[in-house]
């Protein structure tokens, strides 16, 4: 691979981790519940807001990149130690997103309901930037193959189990912290069905073009 495509794939995946976080923030800013894998981290905001969503954010991923280690030992390669900038960069992305959609008006259910909507959207378009670009998955997902190359099992199945396991931690530490459950909704529940469709409609939309720039 030449070095100006590489450069072009790897910018592709900050603009990828942009759009992400961007879905993220409007999703919480609905506040009818976050991403399943985000849930963790946005239970931790909530019960310690001195670091801020997007900090928690990272902090999980960078969990998942130690959890990566773990499982690959020797087959962990050192270009997956990138994940760390690229964790603080997705934070820091949240945290703008964050600001930039804070002046969205909230007071209705049904302007909720599209703003986690549009959250869902970006959400999708971020992925399909991701997977166009092939340089590199995001932490949790990163973690997922490791485990699927490791057990030799289905990637698809791994990476629901671990939407699962999230929300239910997520749930859990909700009832320890505020003996009620906060920062799930039915916002999570629609954005764990919608994105996968999300990303269908946008790749095909996004990668002729995309892969013109790229290999130009």
């Given at each position: 691979m030449k070095k100006s495509e590489l450069i072009k794939r790897y910018l592709l995946f900050i603009f990828c981790l942009f759009f992400i976080g961007l879905g993220i923030a409007l999703a919480k800013h609905s506040d009818l519940g976050i991403s399943p894998i985000s849930s963790v981290a946005n239970v931790l905001s909530l019960k310690w807001k001195a670091l801020s969503?997007?900090?928690w954010m990272t902090v999980m991923n960078c969990v998942f990149i130690l959890l990566q280690i773990l499982v690959l030992r020797k087959n962990f390669k050192p270009v997956q130690f990138l994940q760390i900038p690229l964790s603080?960069?997705?934070g820091w992305f949240t945290d703008l997103g964050l600001i930039l959609v804070?002046?969205?008006p909230t007071n209705s259910y049904l302007l909720k309901l599209l703003i986690q909507l549009g959250g869902v959207a970006t959400l999708g378009f971020g992925i399909a930037l991701g997977v166009i670009a092939g340089v590199m998955l995001n932490s949790p997902e990163a973690f997922v193959k490791a485990v699927s190359d490791t057990s030799k099992k289905e990637f698809g199945f791994l990476k629901v189990a671990l939407d699962v396991a999230m929300v239910v931690i997520a749930l859990t530490l909700s009832l320890i912290f505020f003996g009620r459950i906060e920062g799930i909704r039915e916002g999570t529940v629609i954005t764990a069905l919608l994105v996968g469709i999300?990303?269908?409609?946008?790749?095909?939309l996004l990668q002729k073009p995309l892969d013109a720039f790229i290999k130009k």
């Open positions: 969503l997007g900090n603080f960069i997705f804070g002046w969205l999300c990303v269908k409609i946008f790749r095909p």
